[in-house]
Each structure stands twice: as structure tokens, then as C-alpha cells.
């Protein structure tokens, strides 16, 4: 379904019709002749879009036309050799520059074939499976044998969740309330350290063993181990640095930490060297604002106010 939107976005319109080759995404069941069965979010899609599917006949590749050669023609342009991109947002990039420079090249063929595309409808379809979750204990909703966290609380509540092809959205009503890149693997659990500090704050004990706090990166877990194994309850002194997260970037907590020191760092020096940084940037005055000049005020004028009254 993303592809189809993306395909049409770029093109600037939507074509009359598509062509399939019967894909189980499309099609869930094949009928006599050319009749189908359609799968629903293809139907979706199409009554979304208004195109006409045309199916072709199972073991007659003559009927795709030329397909096959024009994936060869790109991939011979454009993966030849491998090219060296680090993922897949990368490599899509790449792809989309190429094509950029053929429509360039062929400019007057592309406006002959705007020309037969439909206008594209005013708001984008939703390329998004949904179901109801329920939130377990652990703050973790389950999606296609993964797990991913939501806030505390919505523990024991039924939310809705988007899949989409690369992100996972958990909304509450019409409020997206976590969103995680969606893992295709399988047993994966995804936890986000804001959905869980309400918890901590709670149950504080809980950062010496919590998997959400295992996962930090490693400078975290030398100040756990530092503050836990300092005192008895050090891990309160902890759990104040997890905290500051409600009101500061993790970028801007990890670079204070580097800056002081993870052997000696606690959260009031955290405290102390990020609002010093915010009340530094607060105290530039605009320099229009410096040449402004405020009038002086005559309180005598608010006598007008009191004249007439009776006694």
C-alpha cells in the first residue's frame, strides 16, 4: 500500500489502472478467467485512489509486456556495481535520484503520460493495518511476535495500534500516545525509558534490575553501579538522574554527563549545567528589544476613574 501511495505522489497523479501478477497482497483467491478476489486492504486502496485492477493469467508472463526488462534496465543502472549505502532509506534515496535524472531526460514523454493520470485525492490514504491491544504489566502491547512499550499508564487498558511498513503507532482514542520503528524480526521487545519513569519514580528499587534501564547505553550503567554500590539506597541518587528525562533531551543528559564526569556526576550537577545552559540562552535580549524604552507612567491619571463616585 506505501509503495502504491509513494508511486502515485511522485508521479503526480493516479493511472487509470495497475496490472498484477496475482501477489498474495493482492489477491487472496484466483477465479475463472480474470475474475479475483481481491484482498481487502487492496480494495481499500483502489476505492481510495479510483484505479482498476487487471489480473493477469497464472503462467502467461507475455501478458505483463515489457516488466521484466524495465527491472532489468534499473537494476543494471543503479545496482550495478552494489551500491554502498549504509540502509534502506539510504538506497531509496539513491533510487529516487536516478529516477529524478530520467523523467529530466524524457521530459516531453512524462508530460504526455500526466496527461492520462486522475488528479490525486486531497488527503493520503492510510497505509496501516489496525487492531485493539491490551497493555500488559509491563507497560508492552504485542504485535506480530514482537513487543513494544507504551506510557505507565495505560496499563490493563485496550488501545488501537497502526502497523505501517517501517513504524509501529499505539494511539489512545485519536492520540498517538508511543511510536517505535517496527521490527520485522521475531521475540523483540522495544521500551522506551519515558514510558517507564513514572514507575521508577514510584518504585525506585526497581532501576537495579529494570530491563529498560539494562538497555541504556553503557555511561548509565556506570553511574548504577557507582551509586548502588555506594550506599544502600543509592539507588534513589540513580533514579533522580533517570528522571531528568521528563524535562531534558537524552542528547543534552549524555553531554552533561560527559562533561562532568560519569565517575563523579550527580543529578544536581546534571541539573545545575543544563539549566544553566537554558538560563544563559534565555538571557539574550533581541537586539530591538535593547533600544526600546518604556515611557514613564503618571498614576495621577487613574484619579478620572474615582471622580463622580458618591460616599
Not at 82 to 101: R, S
Not at 142 to 151: A, Q, W
Request: hydrophobic share 40%.
Amino acid at each position: 500500500m506505501e509503495g502504491h501511495r509513494l508511486a502515485f505522489e511522485w508521479f503526480g497523479g493516479v493511472p487509470c489502472g495497475v496490472r498484477y501478477d496475482n501477489p498474495k497482497t493482492a489477491v487472496t483467491k484466483i477465479l475463472a478467467g480474470p475474475l479475483r478476489e481481491e484482498h481487502q486492504l487492496l480494495s481499500s486502496l483502489r476505492a481510495h485512489y479510483l484505479f482498476d485492477s487487471d489480473f493477469c493469467r497464472p503462467g502467461e508472463p507475455h501478458e505483463k509486456g515489457s516488466v521484466e526488462n524495465g527491472v532489468g534496465f534499473v537494476r543494471r543502472h543503479t545496482c550495478v556495481p552494489i551500491p554502498d549505502v549504509p540502509d534502506l532509506e539510504t538506497l531509496n534515496a539513491h533510487l529516487l535520484a536516478w529516477c529524478e535524472k530520467q523523467r529530466n531526460k524524457h521530459w516531453t514523454l512524462w508530460e504526455q503520460e500526466c496527461a492520462a493520470l486522475r488528479t490525486l485525492p486531497l488527503h493520503p490514504h492510510r497505509c496501516a493495518t489496525t487492531r485493539p491491544v491490551v497493555v500488559n504489566k509491563l507497560c508492552l502491547v504485542s504485535f506480530d511476535h514482537n513487543r513494544y512499550s507504551v506510557p505507565s499508564v495505560y496499563v490493563g487498558k485496550t488501545l488501537l495500534l497502526r502497523a505501517y511498513a517501517e513504524r509501529i503507532e499505539i494511539l489512545n482514542r485519536d492520540q498517538v500516545v508511543a511510536q517505535h520503528v517496527r521490527c520485522h524480526e521475531r521475540k523483540c521487545t522495544f521500551m522506551e525509558l519515558e514510558h517507564y519513569l513514572p514507575v521508577l519514580a514510584y518504585k525506585p528499587h526497581a532501576s537495579t534490575h529494570a530491563a529498560v534501564v539494562r538497555q541504556l547505553p553503557e555511561i548509565y550503567q556506570r553511574i548504577r553501579l557507582r551509586m548502588v554500590n555506594s550506599r544502600p539506597d543509592g539507588y534513589k541518587d540513580f533514579v533522580a538522574i533517570l528522571l531528568l528525562h521528563q524535562q531534558f533531551p537524552v542528547s543534552d543528559i549524555v553531554k552533561a554527563i560527559e562533561t562532568i564526569g560519569a565517575d563523579v556526576v550527580t543529578a544536581e550537577q546534571i541539573h545545575a549545567h543544563l539549566f544553566k545552559g537554558v538560563a544563559s540562552s534565555a538571557a539574550q535580549v533581541p537586539d530591538e528589544l535593547q533600544v526600546y524604552r518604556l515611557t514613564k507612567q503618571n498614576p495621577a491619571r487613574y484619579d478620572t476613574l474615582v471622580r463622580g463616585v458618591v460616599h
